[in-house]
């Protein structure tokens, strides 16, 4: 993917609720190319620059306890371009509460515009999940950046 302006970088350590495993990105990869391929759409290529943007807005989701599209600094597109993202087109799924990747997946697939969203016409994918509590306790937050490069 071609990138300008400063990296972004994911936390070292994502908080985990007790019941999502440590490959939880790759399974949520999985999950959305077989998706994908199950529609004729071509596989998505996960993007640590994607990760750590995802990353980036779970955690700010749990920082207000909310579910939202938007942060401090604005909306998906204003977020992307700070974090050097070069994009002509993007789309983001998120969610809070599902407490497994085959939870938040059957979610998505199941409300047309998320959907939609993992079926579009993108390139690369980015993931981030965070908990606002400890093991079974916290609520989950959970983010998708789908992003077609210029």
Known sequence: MKTTGTAVTAKETV????????NWRQEMLDDVNNK????????????D??????????DYQVSIKK????DASGSLGKRATDAGVSWSRLAEN??????????????WENSPHHLENILGDYKFVGFGL???GEGTKGTTYWTQTFVYPL
Not at 67 to 70: A, E, K
Request: proline share 4%; glycine share 4%; charged share 20%.
């Open 15 to 22: 908080k985990l609720d007790a019941k999502v495993n440590s």
């Open 36 to 47: 994908r391929k199950e529609a004729g759409r071509p596989p998505l290529v996960l993007s």
């Open 49 to 58: 620059q994607l990760n750590a943007m995802s990353q980036s807005h779970s």
């Open 67 to 70: 579910m939202t599209h938007d």
């Open 94 to 107: 998120v969610a809070m509460g599902a407490e497994t990747v085959d939870n938040v997946m059957n979610q």
């Open 130 to 132: 965070t908990t606002d």
